[in-house]
């Protein structure tokens, strides 16, 4: 997408969603919605629209995992890092998935397929270790569950 297809985008959101009481949560889940980020060049329309400062809505869009400045890879890889699946192997199922998809949490692989990002609960605390590919949540994932998760979307060993 091109830069005045997002800024046309970012524009209609903020026309729809300004007048909203505490708009800026709404407006922030609609442009990455619509975009699957939320580009730093709409950061000084949204500030405006809101008559917030710049560091005001960088500081809400990186305080809250959810949103991404850069567009996420093909498959977004969410792994649990609560207590609960801690307590049943999630930092082992941590160290395979790094190794496996060849990236840090937060980063998006070279050839764009996976973006890992780290979640602090999925709701599925007595199934852990948990792990959500894309919208689908996957109970008790082990390194060889996950290799199988890979090898469904056609990744091999």
């Known amino acids: ?25 709404p407006i922030l889940h609609e442009i990455q919605h619509e975009l699957g980020h939320v580009p730093a060049a709409a950061v ?11 560091a ?14 850069a567009p996420a890879g093909a498959h977004v890889v969410q792994l649990c890092r609560a207590e609960a699946c801690q307590a049943v192997g999630a930092r082992a199922l941590e ?15 070279a050839d764009g397929k996976f973006t890992l990002e780290p979640v602090y609960c999925l709701g599925n605390c007595a199934c852990g270790p948990s792990v959500q590919v ?15 998760l890979l090898a469904k979307l056609g990744v091999n060993s």
């Not at 005001?56 to 400045?69: K, N």
């Not at 160290?95 to 692989?109: D, N, P, S």
């Open 95 to 109: 160290a395979h998935v790094k190794q496996r998809l060849g990236i840090e949490f937060g980063a998006t692989t």
């Open 56 to 69: 005001e809505v960088h500081g809400v869009i990186s305080f809250y995992h959810h949103f991404r400045i």
């Open 134 to 148: 894309d919208d689908q949540l996957h109970a008790r994932v082990s390194p060889q569950a996950f290799d199988n």
């Open 44 to 54: 000084p329309a949204i500030a405006a629209a809101l008559n917030l400062s710049r």
């Open 1 to 25: 997408m091109d830069a005045d297809t997002a800024d046309t985008r970012v524009a209609g959101v903020l026309d729809r969603l300004r007048h909203l009481p505490g708009a800026l949560l």
